[in-house]
């Protein structure tokens, strides 16, 4: 029998965080009243993280896990949680606690109500850097005004889909996958839940800046043509700055014969300007074709190197990994 709620972690070396962890989610379990099972997808922890989860399982029915044979990101991890989720609602969340356990009464609440997405939106990030808080900030905005879809400001991964929107979510065939984007993206009904986040509880942030750096370019790529346009835009732009450089050549080969800025200057000036809108554009265009290439491949998201809970075996289900 399938049970009621899933809950779905993506762990990369938390060993520190997982007991406390573990336990939160038992007692959050506990007050559902309705049965649950918790997904530790192991996105190639190097750390214990594996023995621990395994540990879990060996000792509750109600724990599930994933492990990848390398490490594939949060995203992906997220992903191969929701192709083996069987709840009929979906819950995800960080490993690391800064996403509080508590707040799932809240968003099944939300779900009871008739919502079929419930996402955290969050008002304070606590102990985290200016930096991160400022980048994140302006981020979330550009990614607003760019994209094609609404995706709401400050929220992250943490939310609570309803089968439905998960099985749609498991349909789409793209790679690239930015989650909140998807979500956004599927409509039904959706609301948010707000809270505060919480500090990590240990360990260090596994999102790099080269990580977080990419997560952004990506959801802006997969969500939005205007980069594409921007290529165009800064095209015609310098067609137009060009045509006023050369009225105003013409105006000093008249008019002033001997200024110098008629000479050298003047021709390197709109050979750097051109050039730099040349490759700027190529890149750009790059990006996308980068994502067709990607896409066009068409491996495998992850590859599983071991599952427990689900009820079968890694080789009678690998074809699972491949949509
Ligand atoms: N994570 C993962 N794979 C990665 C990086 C992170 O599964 O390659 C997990 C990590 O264990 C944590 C969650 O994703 O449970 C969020 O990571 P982190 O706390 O580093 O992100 P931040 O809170 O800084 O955005
Ligand atoms: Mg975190």
């Not at 065939?173 to 909140?180: Q, T």
Request: proline share 3%; net charge positive; aromatic share 12%.
């Amino acid at each position: 029998m399938s049970p009621k709620y899933s809950i779905i972690v993506p762990i990369y070396n938390e060993a520190e965080t997982l007991p406390e962890l573990y336990r939160r989610l038992c007692r959050e379990s506990d007050r559902l009243e309705e049965s649950v099972e918790i997904i530790f997808v192991d996105d190639g922890s190097q750390d214990g993280s594996r023995t621990l989860i395994r540990q879990f399982f060996q000792e509750d029915f109600r724990v599930c896990y994933l492990c990848f044979a390398r490490n594939f990101g949060h995203q992906i991890a997220v992903t191969a949680g929701l192709n083996f989720a069987r709840g009929e609602a979906i819950v995800i969340l960080d490993g690391d606690l800064q996403d509080p356990p508590e707040l799932i009464s809240q968003l099944v609440a939300q779900w009871q109500a008739g919502y079929q997405v419930v996402y955290a939106q969050r008002l304070l990030r606590r102990q985290e850097s200016r930096f991160k808080r400022w980048s994140a900030f302006i981020f979330y905005r550009l990614l607003r005004y760019l994209a094609s879809v609404d995706i709401p400001a400050d929220t992250g991964d943490f939310c609570l889909l309803d089968r439905q929107v998960v099985e749609i979510l498991n349909a789409m065939p793209e790679r690239n996958r930015y989650l909140r984007g998807l979500r956004a993206w599927v409509g039904f009904r959706q609301t948010a839940v707000t809270f505060s986040r919480d500090r990590r509880y240990a360990g260090k942030a596994k999102y790099t800046l080269s990580k977080s750096l990419a997560l952004a370019v990506n959801s802006i790529v997969s969500f939005s043509k205007v980069p594409l346009r921007l290529a165009t835009y800064l095209g015609l732009l310098s067609g137009l700055l060009s045509m006023v450089m050369a009225v105003l050549v013409l105006y000093w080969r008249l008019v002033e014969p001997n200024s110098r800025l008629t000479g050298l200057a003047t021709i390197l000036v709109a050979l750097f300007f051109l050039g730099a809108v040349q490759l700027v554009s190529i890149g750009i265009l790059g990006e996308y074709i980068g994502r067709i290439y990607e896409e066009v491949k068409g491996r495998p998201l992850y590859t599983l190197a071991d599952l427990g809970g689900f009820e079968f075996s890694l080789d009678s289900h690998r074809d699972r990994q491949f949509f």
